[in-house]
């Protein structure tokens, strides 16, 4: 992704070794917002060997400002057997409290969309918490449109424990 200033002086860019402390904050920031403030196990070594590591499972983009990262895009692949192409899964998208309304969240997706754009991916997905009626505004607002008729399913311990036993 090519590094971007915004009018502002903030920078969107690719997150980089350093950054794991601030993608982790925004993190937790994000957790609190959705109301689950103790949902958060992940470490900033975790971060580090994930987006940084020999083999790397998901990437993220930030805004910095003022030398401080104030928004996140944290993404991985996926793949389509349907297009037979890859997409981007946006795991969380995350700006500031203070600082929203500045055009970063805009900008972050934008910057998924040039890396869809550049690499040929037709798909650029992700969920959105149905209470959370300001983030599904904003995302109709640059023209995404929600899979109504698809609905996620997760499975975690103990049900991944009795379905690995079966």
């Known amino acids: 992704m090519q590094q971007r200033t915004l009018p502002d002086g903030a920078i969107v860019r690719d997150a980089r070794p350093g950054d794991e402390d601030g993608i982790l904050e925004c993190i937790r920031l994000l957790a609190e917002y959705e109301r689950e403030p103790d949902a958060v196990q992940n470490t900033a070594e975790e971060i ?12 993220a983009h930030v805004i910095e400002r003022n030398h401080l990262i104030v928004g996140i895009a944290v993404w991985f692949l996926t793949y389509s057997t349907w297009t037979g192409k890859n997409g981007i899964w946006l795991e969380d998208l995350y700006v500031d409290d203070a600082l929203r309304g500045r055009g970063y969240g ?12 550049e690499r040929g991916y037709p798909r650029l997905e992700w969920t959105v918490l149905d209470w959370n009626e300001p983030s599904i505004a904003f995302y109709r607002s640059i023209g995404a449109t929600p899979m109504e008729e698809w609905t996620t399913q997760r499975m975690t311990s103990p049900a991944l424990e009795i379905l690995a036993a079966r």
């Not at 580090?48 to 990437?59: E, Y």
């Not at 805009?106 to 754009?117: D, F, K, N, Y």
């Open 106 to 117: 805009t900008a972050l997706l934008a910057s998924l969309a040039q890396v869809c754009r």
């Open 48 to 59: 580090a060997a994930t987006l940084f590591g020999p083999q790397p499972h998901a990437f």
